[in-house]
T-cell receptor, first 112, second 115 residues
Framework: QKEVEQDPGPLSVPEGAIVSLNCTYS??????FMWYRQYSRKGPELLMY????GNKEDGRFTAQVDKSSKYISLFIRDSQPSDSATYLC????????????FGTGTRLQVTL | GAVVSQHPSRVICKSGTSVKIECRSL??????MFWYRQFPKQSLMLMAT?????????EQGVEKDKFLINHASLTLSTLTVTSAHPEDSSFYIC???????????FGPGTRLTVL
């Protein structure tokens, strides 16, 4: 069993839709939960991170962590074609600059 | 700011040869850099943690004699794949941690194909 599971997609949605991306994990020791966005031929860039359980909002993006269920989500409101990318969840024990354990990434396509 | 570059972006080599990949932090100093590998349809997997001026720390299952890491300066780490074989074909990505900050920035990756 992988430590972090993520549906690879692809996920195709129309412009303006609400997108829900999810990951599950098995290691309860993870404390930091991150979402990265990766455009083709580029390195991952950090979108948001959450420490422990709870919600965090940043503009159109909302990250949720439910440690009791070992389940994290990223919601994108009013999705735009520029949001088309691969979204990777990542987790660590000690911080965003430490060893990261990634999901496989979900490829998102937002269509006009 | 906070740009990390990798060179080359793509390399094709023959089986048995060695390949060197460079990772540079362009506008900040990075005492610590990380090397990841990603096989098709699989997640990024940490290979090793590179610390300036000291030996790299390798993850379990990664052969340190095959994947040589040198972090000779605060802005450059290199990964050398020695005696490459087709199964080493993968996407290699580095990241660099900004000193005194809890942030790491990723390079664009290097696609290695071993024939």
């Amino acid at each position: 069993q992988k430590e972090v599971e993520q549906d690879p997609g692809p996920l195709s949605v129309p412009e303006g839709a609400i997108v829900s991306l999810n990951c599950t994990y098995s290691n309860s020791a993870f404390q930091y939960f991150m979402w990265y966005r990766q455009y083709s031929r580029k390195g991952p860039e950090l979108l948001m991170y959450t420490y422990s359980s709870g919600n965090k909002e940043d503009g159109r993006f909302t990250a949720q962590v439910d440690k009791s269920s070992k389940y994290i989500s990223l919601f994108i409101r009013d999705s735009q074609p520029s949001d088309s990318a691969t979204y990777l969840c990542a987790m660590s024990y000690t911080g965003t600059a430490s060893k990261l354990t990634f999901g496989t990434g979900t490829r998102l396509q937002v269509t006009l | 700011g906070a740009v990390v570059s990798q060179h080359p972006s793509r390399v094709i080599c023959k089986s048995g040869t060695s390949v060197k990949i460079e990772c540079r932090s362009l506008d900040f100093q990075a005492t610590t850099m990380f090397w990841y590998r990603q096989f098709p349809k699989q997640s990024l997997m940490l290979m090793a943690t590179s610390n300036e001026g000291s030996k790299a720390t390798y993850e379990q299952g990664v052969e340190k004699d095959k994947f040589l890491i040198n972090h000779a300066s605060l802005t450059l780490s290199t990964l050398t794949v020695t005696s490459a074989h087709p199964e080493d074909s993968s996407f290699y990505i580095c990241s660099a941690k900004i000193d005194r900050a809890d942030t790491q920035y990723f390079g664009p990756g290097t696609r290695l194909t071993v024939l």
